[in-house]
């Protein structure tokens, strides 16, 4: 019941912020240079050609009346047509985003593997040179541009030892092991990078948990510090990492764009790329507005995270 | 005048810092406690009250700091010749903070506090532990104990919040329980009700309280005896009733005399000038003569904690003088 | 004691590791800002200049960091690239503050209808990934670096509305701002000025010093999608994404941008975490 | 053995740099559908590797006389549905190609009646004489779909595409992959085919060719000219390189205040070190181009068609058409290797004095702000190629030319190719084609820079791939060996 | 007592929106008259409402309902000049020495501020008034370019008494002035209060939880309890002989060194509820030991049950007879 309620109250604040984005993206493709119609002439571009296109498209239209189209069908999961192929976009994100949600996955649990133990291990030891020593080094991790990281796993991992396929590698519906494989190498460079910023998140707030009176408590109890440490101060520290989480979920989606176009996968990242070349307004709109719907639903379960982790917030 | 002391602290120091930030915190703190005694201490902000609660329970953070001399709880040493701590959980004793909406963890329920506390010092099953721990409850006068188990702290009031702390620290079955501060965040009318119920338990179950304040009122109310502290040293201790009514050291009558009452309105209020000094501030001879009216040129010799009458000590070497020149109110 | 003496030396030892690492960075900064000021006259040559005789050619006492694929200087390139990404940054991060400063204190300071409304606008542009937004507000005003960078400080700019937001809010329920209000305080010169923006401004320096860094990031990555600097010009992300075209041929130089972005963003983040230390009321 | 057999079975893994735009013959748009669209559709007409006539789905042809060609059928060829491929289907495409919703209208503009003359014959009426058709067939326009599935289809066969090619559709995953398996009724039973094709899209270069060497790839498309030493260093794989009629030129408007002057034209042709331009910007990898055509083409461009690098002649010529500190904007195609050319032109071209502003744009906005908008009176990028030489020279020099953004003709062109579509024969066209190259070197109206040559990566196991002037490999005779 | 009132709050009401539709009333009809040269004391415990009162009295919180007057005049209808004037009058001593300081401001500044904000004369004049308030609060002039973190508490709780003291006010709000010192501290504040009142003549209106600390400076003495004040008297006469069952208790609950075992402490049980969801009637009565039934149902005015004695229990005169029966010919 609880729950319910918190879903509810958290779904109904995100429902203005979700119109609004649709509608930052909608004004902003349309003010996108370059003719929709010049891409789907491509070489056969003649004036008549173009003129029919345009006419086609139906871009002559009032920007509220095709925002209103537009919007109502999104939300009964009807995304359009793509301008370039006529084909359905529900279904070309449906194909493409598996791959980058995969990636996703697979880069948040290196980048929790990585950052949880490490952040909570040198709260622990703060202040001593193993500290030192690790947010130093996750300080430097923050600072690698990730797509730069997925240069080299690539130089070192993939052409060198061959541990790993390189990019292009094999299409997830048909060789999901191959496929899978192929995304180690990404899932490291965005999630290494990922990992630095929890090490770092995790360990303030987890020196920040473990500096506070109730710990004190603990202790005078007589509790032991594993206890302490990984169940009283880690719970308390949640709502900094469920935040920082969050926030790795939309860096993530932004990364992908660049990380994709290294290791040539075809998730959302190199399809808003595409749809932007081709000035597919429908694409575009469509994977900016998936991309939202993904960035507010991970707020919305952080959001909701909170309340249930913490009694205070109601 | 045999009985064994519950608590008997000899020569307790406590450094902070290292190297040239080094500062002693505690100077030769000793005193001792009886069993079922109420003992008081008190002082002003920054006097060492809470460092010596805390070097006891043993929660100091022993990377900053350093401890010296030896405590024995129940005839038991509190530090090994290595000056190792013995495990918290075999020491009975427990303390009462002063906040207590931050001393107690925000994101579990009372009743898992409480439970988890009963199972790790008392060795108690769950259920068995849930039982007691209702009984506790119950013992520090919350209603519908049922109720509160599952309550978290934020639910509570204020002095709510304070009884299930004693209820946590009753838990621990301590023959000792240290309360700093425990009524400062509270109103006067819940003041009262955990003064009384503070004593109602030490009562009933032959507890011993070191009992940290500044309000003398509170001293006066609840304890059998009183240190005064000043300055990380103890400066004058002995039972209430006697240091109240004539202190023997300048800065524990100061205090009192600074006392604002109902009873003596329009009375210019006696002040103590200047501060208390922080630990690290080099004094030669007696810590309080900067601030004292009664100085003299001897208080520039350092000064020993010594008998004033039959059951109190005092650290001035004016007591007597001071004393019987009445040179006080 | 020996566990405590122990922990002592480990913590002088961290002190030391602290301050190496701190020294480091500001070396790393100082030494960036020398090259941003006198790229002109560190570079032993013009940045653009072409040699096609002499291209990809590894590193040499003449080319120090090697030439590039049309044999311009990589060392000249980087020097010049250098001045080009930090400027870049720091307009990003200075547009950020231009626009996120105002509206995060009125945000905080404001009735609740404006902060809500302005948090709306906050949420549905922090809803976007910020490179997917500065690609599109990129290609809509023109690929060039200063429309990139543009459009990195629209993307940064709800990290300063959100923190001068938060920070306003705290310090508004401050007595000190109820004691100004009580003799009549109020307005931009009166409350504003002296009050609020000294109160909230360090935190907000702290966050300039990690934007800085993800500026830099930002201005790679653009760059490195041909969104950001236009050629022939030089940054550290075209460096980088022309050396990634020649990898096989020279592969080395892949390193060099990729090593300057990484230790200016990470001395930038020692900084700010410096900041912060220093601010730290505890300290004091 | 086994190993051989198994080998056998395996699809054939393509890295192609672009995905279909449509997997509808008549409704695509991009030259680089083609390579996706042969393994499905066979065409009516063939082509060899120097863009030669052969028979295809036709046997053979003739020119009944200038305005009529009549085809002939191969036997018992079916559709992957197993439909007939007789003169009416062949009707219903032809009619199919030049009407509603097909964007090759064009193509087909001269044809006014497709006439039955029995199962295996089919006419061409056309209105005037128009000598390219015999190619166009060979094109979008030759690929024959069955004409069940397409009326099934709706008539759009975009997502489900059923032609009579070598090899049948499997699946098409947009902007991923596409991937088709061996036809076994396929007309031609000598020729070798791969079990399957899966043509994975890797728009990046680099991507592409790290793909070929981890093994990811049998084939890789469009290898970049910087990446082709490393690859033909490479263990494992060979570099497959031909050349082909794709032209990497500058556009320029010869109604622009700038570009306006042919002496101009000719200087900056004249400062430009082709020789420089192909070894630095393509690395050697294609030859110089003076015309519209490369040499070595049936329709090459005549020996006098040359530019010789000669400063001081351009300058001479600037001075004497009274220009001095002459600046233009020129935009480029985004992409590394023709922004490396810009660059290369950009310092050329600085020598003579001139200068000239780089304006990088992604293709599409490149070609809308040249072509629509003509918001530059210069773009740097490319020409694909046609399959007859006639629609190059039309599209990009005669008045109506969508490539031609003046608008106006180039002196002499229009006289020129009237000649070429006299007849199909390669040689009798051939005078008009030398006119026409002639023409166009007269007035300047584009700088050409250089043919680049076709780089396909080939793992070391595959044999018997082909590639055609055009750049449009078909699979047919690939094998893994 | 024929004079009227300086400053007067007339059944003002201050209520807070709490989250979307709920409120907090945290002053519910209060009246209070504070006369020119005299002391009043407003004591209760913590919510009861005390600092909200003080804010309404000088417009930093909204005052739903009621009139403040000051000399008689609606505070609401001033602007510009009178609206000066009033705040010039009426200063705030703040609670917490150390917050109610600007941190990244100057002590000289601090003090400053006022006239600075009130564009009063040259520039070196405010700074001249500033000096001059800081020396008369203690402070000697090596203390202006000091910032507050370099004070202690009790120099800081001066400066702060400096800064309301620049504009030469008439009343002086004490709001738990001393509540964060330490008792030698707060004797010397408590001093210097009661000097600064002869000479600056102002009326004070002090606001503390402590009994002591009240009694000590008031004349007359407010008790609040819920957002209501439920008895007012002067303070000999609270003190000694309190006519409501939540003043006696409070005044029990005190705890003083010299009578611990003397006076009878009556132990209140239960906890004070919830300014959310005050009980109905009295609001004492779920912890008011003589409660009877209509308590829970009567509101219970405040009325005069003495000379110059205001209780506002339903049963004063029962619990505690007619020994101080209404003296109108005094007045
Ligand atoms: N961890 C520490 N490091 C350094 N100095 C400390 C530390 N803890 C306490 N001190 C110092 O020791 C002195 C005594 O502090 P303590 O907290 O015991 O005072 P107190 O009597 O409890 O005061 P209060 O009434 O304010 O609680 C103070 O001057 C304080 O600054
Ligand atoms: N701005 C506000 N918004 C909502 N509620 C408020 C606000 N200010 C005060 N309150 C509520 O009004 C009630 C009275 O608060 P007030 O601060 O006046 O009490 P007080 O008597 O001064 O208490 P204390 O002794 O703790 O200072 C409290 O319940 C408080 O929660
Ligand atoms: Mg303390
Ligand atoms: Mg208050």
Redesign the interface.
Same mark, same amino acid.
């Given at each position: 019941m609880r729950i319910l309620r918190v879903v509810g109250t958290s779904v109904l604040s995100a429902i203005p912020t979700l119109i609004l984005a649709t509608l930052i993206v909608f004004l902003l493709q349309r003010l996108i240079p370059g003719d929709p119609a010049v891409a789907i002439a491509g070489d056969y571009a003649t004036p008549e050609n173009l003129a029919r296109i345009r006419e086609d498209l139906g871009l002559d239209g009032s920007l509220v009346t095709q925002y209103l189209t537009w919007i109502s069908g999104a939300l009964t999961g009807d995304l359009g047509t793509s301008y370039q192929t006529g084909e359905s976009i529900t279904a070309l994100i449906g194909q493409r985003l598996p791959l980058t949600l995969i990636l996703m996955l697979f880069a948040l649990i290196v980048a929790i593997a990585i950052g949880l133990p490490l952040g909570v291990m040198a709260a622990q030891k703060v202040d001593t040179t193993f500290d030192r020593f690790l947010t130093t080094s996750a300080t430097f991790g923050i600072a690698i541009p990730n797509f730069w990281l997925g240069m080299m796993l690539i130089i070192v991992f993939a052409l060198n030892l061959g541990w790993f396929p390189g990019p292009g590698g094999a299409s997830l519906a048909e060789d999901p092991a191959q496929a899978l494989r192929g995304l180690v190498l990404p899932a490291i460079a965005l999630g290494l990078v990922g990992g630095a910023e929890i090490c770092r998140q995790v360990r303030s707030a987890m020196v920040e948990s473990l500096s506070t009176d109730y710990v004190r408590t603990h202790r005078a109890k007589g509790l032991s510090t594993a206890s302490i440490v990984w169940k009283h101060a880690l719970k308390n520290s949640s709502l900094p990492f469920a935040t920082i989480l969050g926030i790795q979920v939309s860096r993530l989606i932004g990364s992908a764009v660049v990380v994709e176009a290294v290791f040539g996968l075809s998730g959302i990242g190199s399809l808003a790329v595409e749809a932007t070349n081709q000035r597919d307004y429908g694409v575009i709109q469509a994977v900016v507005f998936v991309a939202a719907m993904i960035i507010l639903l991970t707020n919305l379960i952080v959001d909701v995270s909170y309340r249930l982790l913490d009694p205070r917030i109601s | 005048m045999t009985t064994v002391p519950v608590l008997n602290v000899q020569g307790l120091e406590v450094f902070f810092g290292h190297g040239e930030e080094r500062v002693q915190a505690l100077h030769d703190v000793s005193f001792t406690i009886e069993r079922g005694e109420i003992v008081g201490l008190v002082g002003e902000s920054g006097s060492g009250k809470t460092v010596t609660s805390l070097a006891l329970m043993g929660l100091l953070d022993p990377r900053s700091s350093r401890i010296e001399g030896q405590a024995e709880l129940d005839g038991t040493r509190l530090w090994d010749d290595a000056n190792r701590r013995r495990p918290q959980a075999e020491v009975p004793m427990a303390m009462v903070f002063q906040e207590p909406m931050t001393a107690l963890d925000p994101v579990f329920s009372v009743g898992y506090q409480l439970i988890e506390t009963l199972r790790l010092r008392q060795g108690l099953s769950t259920a068995r532990a849930r039982a007691a721990a209702l009984d506790l409850l119950d013992a520090v006068g919350i209603s519908d104990p049922r109720a509160r188990l599952r309550a978290y702290p934020h639910e509570l009031s204020g002095g709510m919040r304070q009884r299930v702390m004693i209820a946590i620290a009753l838990a621990c079955a301590p023959q000792l329980l240290i309360a700093d501060e425990p009524t400062t965040a509270v109103d006067v009318t819940i003041q009262a009700q955990l003064l009384e119920l503070i004593k109602g338990i030490a009562a009933d179950r032959g507890m011993s309280v070191l009992f940290v304040t500044h309000d003398l009122g509170v001293v006066a109310e609840t304890c059998d005896r009183m240190i005064t502290m000043y300055a990380g040293r103890i400066v004058e201790r002995g039972p209430v009733g006697e240091v109240l009514a004539a202190p023997a050291h300048p800065y524990t009558s100061g205090l009192l005399a600074a006392l604002p009452s109902p009873q003596h309105r329009d009375r210019r209020l006696a002040t103590i000038p200047g501060r208390v000094p922080p630990p690290g501030e080099r004094i030669t001879g007696c810590v309080f003569a900067p601030r004292c009216q009664h100085r003299a040129d001897i208080c520039a010799e350092p000064v020993e904690l010594g008998p004033f009458s039959a059951a109190r000590e005092v650290r001035c070497v004016r007591a007597h003088e001071i004393h019987t020149t009445g040179a006080d109110t | 004691m020996s566990v405590i003496a122990s922990r002592v030396q480990g913590t002088t030892a961290r002190r030391r590791a602290g301050r190496f690492s701190v020294w480091v960075s500001y070396a790393i900064l100082a030494a960036v800002a020398l090259v941003v000021v006198f790229a002109g006259v560190l570079s032993p040559s013009s940045p653009t200049a072409q040699n096609l005789n002499d291209i990809l050619l590894p590193m040499s006492g003449a080319h120090p960091l090697g030439t590039d694929d049309l044999g311009r200087d990589v060392l000249s390139r980087m020097l010049h690239g250098t001045r080009v990404s930090v400027l870049a940054a720091m307009l990003a991060v200075g547009i950020a503050l231009v626009v996120g400063l105002p509206i995060g204190i009125a945000a905080g300071w404001g009735n609740r209808w404006l902060d809500v409304g302005i948090m709306r606008v906050v949420d549905a542009v922090m809803s976007f990934p910020a490179i997917v937004l500065a690609i599109g507000i990129t290609a809509t005003m023109g690929p060039n670096i200063t429309n990139a960078m543009i459009a990195v400080g629209v993307v940064l700019a709800p990290a300063i509305i959100r923190l001068a937001r938060a920070q306003t809010m705290t310090i508004r329920s401050e007595t000190y701002i109820e004691a100004a209000r009580s003799f009549g305080a109020s307005g931009l010169r009166r409350m504003v000025l002296p009050h609020v923006l000294p109160n909230i401004i360090q935190p907000i320096l702290v966050q300039v010093a990690v934007l800085m860094g993800f500026a830099l990031i930002a201005e790679a990555s653009l760059s490195f999608l041909q969104l950001g600097v236009q050629p022939p010009n030089a940054s550290w992300g075209a460096v980088l994404a022309r050396s990634y075209t020649f990898l096989d041929q020279a592969p080395m130089q892949i390193f060099i941008p990729g090593l300057a972005i990484a230790a200016t963003v990470f001395a930038c983040n020692i900084i700010g975490d410096e900041i912060q230390r220093l601010l730290d009321p505890k300290r004091k | 053995g086994g190993g051989g057999s198994s080998d056998q079975d395996k699809d054939l893994k393509v890295?192609a740099a672009a995905d279909a735009?449509?997997l509808d013959p008549i /409704? !695509?748009?991009? !030259?680089t559908d083609h390579m996706l669209l042969y393994p499905i559709y066979d065409t009516l007409v063939s082509f060899d590797s120097g863009l030669e006539a052969e028979p295809g789905l036709a046997e053979s042809w003739e020119q009944v006389s200038p305005t009529e060609l009549s085809l002939t059928l191969r036997e018992g060829v079916t559709f992957h549905d197993g439909e007939p491929l007789d003169a009416e289907a062949v009707k219903y495409n032809l009619d199919r190609a030049m009407g509603e919703g097909s964007?090759?209208q #064009?193509d087909l503009a001269a044809v006014s009646e497709v006439r039955v003359d029995d199962e295996q014959t089919v006419t061409l009426v056309l209105d005037h004489p128009d000598a390219s058709l015999l190619l166009v067939l060979a094109d979008r326009a030759g690929m024959m779909v069955s004409p069940k599935a397409a009326e099934e289809a709706g008539g759009?066969l975009?997502?489900q595409p059923v032609g009579a090619g070598g090899w049948s559709f499997v699946?098409w995953? /947009? !902007?991923?992959?596409l991937?088709v398996e061996r036809f076994d009724d396929y007309w031609d039973t000598d020729v070798d085919r791969v079990a399957g094709i899966?043509f994975?899209?890797?728009?990046?270069p680099?991507?592409?060719v790290?793909?070929l /060497?981890? !093994? *990811? *790839?049998d084939v890789a498309m469009e290898v #970049?000219p910087?990446?082709a030493?490393?690859l033909e260093g490479a263990s494992g794989v060979t570099l497959d390189q031909s050349p082909r009629v794709n032209l990497h030129q500058v556009y320029l408007n010869r109604a622009s205040e700038e570009l306006g002057d042919p002496q101009v034209r000719r200087a900056l042709s004249l400062a430009v070190d082709r020789d420089?331009v192909l070894?630095?910007g393509y690395f050697d990898r294609g030859s110089v181009a003076y015309g519209a055509l490369p040499d070595g083409y049936w329709a090459e461009p005549p020996e006098s068609v040359v530019y010789e690098h000669d400063p001081q002649e351009a300058e001479r010529l600037l001075a004497e058409a009274g220009v001095s500190g002459l600046s233009f904007d020129m935009i480029v195609n #985004?992409?590394?290797q023709t922004? /490396?050319v810009?660059?290369?032109l950009?310092?050329q071209w600085a020598e003579i004095g001139v200068t000239v502003n780089?304006?990088?744009?992604?293709?599409? *906005?490149a070609?809308?702000?040249y072509?629509?908008d003509r918001k530059a009176p210069a773009l740097l990028s490319q020409w694909?190629g046609r399959p007859d030489p006639a629609m190059t020279y039309r599209l990009m020099f005669s008045a109506e030319g969508?490539f031609n953004t003046s608008d106006e003709a180039v002196p002499g062109i229009d006289e020129a190719l009237a000649q070429t579509d006299e007849s199909v024969e390669p040689t009798e066209r051939k005078p008009g084609f030398d006119a026409a190259a002639e023409a166009v070197y007269a007035d300047t109206p584009f700088f050409p820079l250089a043919f680049q040559d076709s780089l396909i990566g080939l793992r070391d196991d595959v044999q018997g791939f082909e590639s055609n002037l055009l750049g449009k490999p078909k699979f047919l005779g690939v094998s893994f060996g | 007592m024929t004079s009227p009132p300086l400053f007067s709050l007339e059944s003002v009401s201050v209520r807070f929106a709490v989250g979307r539709r709920r409120h907090v009333t945290a002053v519910d009809r209060v009246s209070l008259d504070l006369f020119e040269g005299e002391t009043l004391g407003l004591i209760g415990e913590s919510g009861s409402g005390k600092s909200t009162v003080a804010r309404a009295a000088i417009g930093l919180a909204p005052v739903s309902a009621g009139t403040v007057r000051w000399r008689g005049q609606d505070v609401a209808s001033f602007a510009g000049k009178e609206r000066r004037r009033f705040t010039e009058s009426v200063q705030m001593v703040f609670q917490d020495p150390h917050s109610a300081l600007d941190p990244r401001r100057t002590i000289l500044q601090s003090v400053r501020e006022p006239l600075d904000v009130m564009r009063r004369g040259e520039k070196r004049e405010r700074e001249q008034i500033a000096v001059k308030a800081l020396e008369d609060v203690g402070l000697s002039a090596q203390f202006l370019t000091r910032y507050p973190h370099q004070l202690s508490g009790g120099q800081k709780q001066r400066v702060n008494i400096a800064r309301a003291l620049v504009t030469d006010p008439k009343v002086l709000i004490c709001d738990e002035s001393v509540a964060a010192l330490d008792v030698a501290l707060q004797a010397e504040i408590l001093n210097l209060l009661q000097d600064l009142k002869a000479e600056y003549e102002l009326t004070v209106l002090f606001i503390s939880h402590d009994l002591s600390v009240v009694s000590h400076l008031a004349d007359r003495i407010c008790v609040m309890y819920l957002g209501r004040i439920v008895e007012q008297a002067t303070t000999p006469s609270l003190v000694d002989r309190s006519l409501h069952p939540y003043s006696e208790a409070l005044l029990s609950a005190q705890p003083l060194v010299h009578q611990s075992s003397a006076h009878r402490r009556i132990v209140l049980s239960g906890d004070i509820p919830s300014p959310l969801s005050p009980p109905p009637g009295c609001r004492f009565s779920t912890r008011c030991p003589h409660v009877i039934d209509s308590c829970r149902s009567t509101v219970p005015e405040l009325a005069e049950v003495g000379h110059g004695h205001d209780s506002a229990c339903l049963r004063t005169a029962e619990l505690y007879g007619r020994e101080r029966p209404v003296d109108r010919e005094a007045s």
């Open positions: - | - | - | 890295a735009s449509s /409704r !695509g748009n991009a !030259g964007n090759i #064009a759009d975009s997502t699946e995953r /947009r !902007g991923d992959s991937k899966t994975n899209i890797i728009p990046d680099k991507t592409r790290t793909s /060497r981890s !093994g *990811q *790839q #970049a910087s990446d030493d490393s420089v070894k630095s #985004a992409d590394s922004t /490396r810009g660059e290369i950009k310092e780089l304006i990088p744009r992604e293709i599409v *906005q070609t809308n702000d072509f629509n694909t969508y | -």
